[in-house]
């Protein structure tokens, strides 16, 4: 693991490829999931970085297959907050596990299958990134407590559009929040298609971040898991790790039948109603001449 967050700096300072970083980035926290398939459904990623030409005292992350808790998430943020930009941009969504970046991070270097480009540019531009793999729930779902204490400032929760018209202060501590969603179960919309559009709200928010030539901290997380681990034998070393993103693929594709099953039935697509014509001769005379006319019937 220690390589792989290697590679996160290298990714940082541009000597990684960004499609390199896309599999670096799967690999980082999908390595953390395999790891500790015991209880993965109460756990959520965070995952925290600095605007670029910020720099950030290196915080180690914790070792595989540890879950941080409260306490220790409030201190990762505390050095973080000590050090770096008091302007807090924090993304949270409804929903969000480990799972979310295996199935759609673009594994192994196809970035193209990737809905997360905007974040993976975000922290190859940054010097300082943190990646926690396996956050408890409840230490997720408090993060905004957190903040506002250490920051001692009350959360804005914006969109793009009003933090385009808001001016933001270095000096001054800002917690700005931003609520994504997230789809499940019987949602028409399929989650790979949610988290796509929360990628480019991401993209927006930091584009105007950039504008106002403001620092800032962000943070990526969520106040739930999305959804449940498959538990896997850590006796399948790395082929354990390709058998899990097939079989969350496998999964994927359930749903997107289903999902498909119940808009063909909520469109309420019904066959063609068929009727037989029968042609009718109607001769009328006027005069001398007779008039035909052709007249259809239905029955």
């Known amino acids: 693991m220690t390589s792989l967050l290697g590679g996160l700096k290298m990714a940082a300072t541009g000597t990684l490829q960004l499609s390199r970083f896309s599999a670096l980035l799967v690999l980082f926290l999908a390595g953390f999931g395999v790891l500790n398939p015991g209880n993965c459904d109460e756990q959520v990623p965070l995952i925290l970085w600095t605007s670029e030409g910020v720099s950030l005292p290196a915080q180690s992350p914790p070792a595989a297959g540890h879950v941080v808790g409260p306490q220790q998430l409030a201190g990762y943020l505390q050095r973080a907050l000590r050090a770096g930009p008091k302007n807090v941009v924090l993304f949270l969504q409804d929903k969000m596990s480990v799972e979310d970046f295996t199935l759609y991070g673009g594994a192994f270097g196809n970035k193209q299958d ?82 796509s559009g929360n990628d480019e709200l991401i993209g927006q928010v930091l584009s105007t971040m950039k504008t106002q030539s403001v620092p800032y901290t962000a943070i990526y997380t969520a106040l739930q898991p999305s959804r449940e681990v498959v538990s896997l034998s850590m006796d399948s070393g790395l082929g354990g790790g390709r058998s899990l993103l097939q079989a969350r693929g496998h999964r994927e594709r359930e749903r997107e039948r289903e999902r498909q099953r119940k808009m063909k039935e909520k469109a309420q697509i019904y066959a063609p109603v068929e009727f037989k014509v029968k042609p009718l001769l109607l001769v009328l005379r006027v005069w001398r001449f007779p008039l035909f006319f052709f007249l259809s019937s239905q029955t």
């Open 114 to 195: 990737s809905v997360f480009p905007n974040l993976e540019d975000a922290l190859m531009s940054s010097s300082s990134p943190l990646v926690l793999a396996s956050v408890s729930w409840p230490a997720s779902s408090a993060v905004i407590g957190q903040l506002q204490d250490q920051l001692e400032t009350s959360p804005l929760y914006m969109d793009p559009e009003t933090l385009s018209q808001l001016r933001l202060n270095a000096s001054s501590p800002a917690l700005l929040v931003f609520r994504l969603p997230y789809a499940g179960g019987s949602d028409l919309m399929s989650a790979k298609e949610i988290l």
